[in-house]
């Protein structure tokens, strides 16, 4: 009775034409629009998946928007190594994502949104921005403890910011 169906993979691109992403360099029309027509002539519903902090096309436009670890480095989950790398819910990126899910919203009649890999890494990201956040809410960057409780912040920040678009867009 429901389909999954891709908008946006872990490599960044989109299966729909976006002015906002990019779209699949293979695909030549709207294959989210077409998946979504055709299940809901037959009373299928579709959700769309909709990859988050996995973005290989983001990531190698901005790298300044990848979490880094404690040593500095630019996050790569294992074991996916040197697969994706991990965008950060705490930077511009954040904007980059929120555009193109309300561009699924109004362009699609969806029947929901899977976002997939909405996570900081633990004890914290410490790249510029997440310091600076830190800095601003009197968190100590060398805290264990402090680190994941920014994680934290971030994370229900992002949620919290994409439901009020969800909501505002399909209230239902």
């Known amino acids: 009775n429901s389909i999954n169906c891709f908008a ?16 699949h360099p293979h695909l030549r029309s709207d ?24 973005d290989n096309y983001a990531a190698s436009a901005h790298a300044e928007w990848v979490q880094c670890d404690q040593e500095g480095r630019l996050v ?9 790398h991990t965008l950060c819910l ?16 109004k362009n699609y009649e969806v029947d ?10 633990r004890p914290g990201c410490l790249c510029n921005y997440c310091r600076k ?14 680190l994941g409780k920014h994680s934290q912040i971030v994370e229900r920040r992002f949620l919290d910011k994409i439901e009020r678009l969800v909501r505002s867009s399909k209230p239902e």
Do not use: F
């Open 76 to 84: 790569r989950p294992t074991p996916y190594e040197p697969g994706w």
């Open 133 to 146: 956040s830190m800095d601003d809410l009197g968190l100590d960057v060398t805290d264990k403890k402090d």
């Open 112 to 121: 929901g949104l899977w976002l997939d890999i909405v996570h900081q890494i």
């Open 90 to 105: 705490n930077t511009p990126y954040v904007e980059y994502v929120s555009a193109q899910l309300e561009e699924i919203l």
């Open 31 to 54: 294959l989210l629009g077409q998946i979504i027509e055709a299940c809901h002539r037959h009373g299928i519903k579709v959700p769309v998946y909709y990859s988050v902090c996995w």
């Open 8 to 23: 946006k993979c872990h490599h960044g691109m989109s299966y729909y034409p976006t002015k906002v992403g990019v779209m």
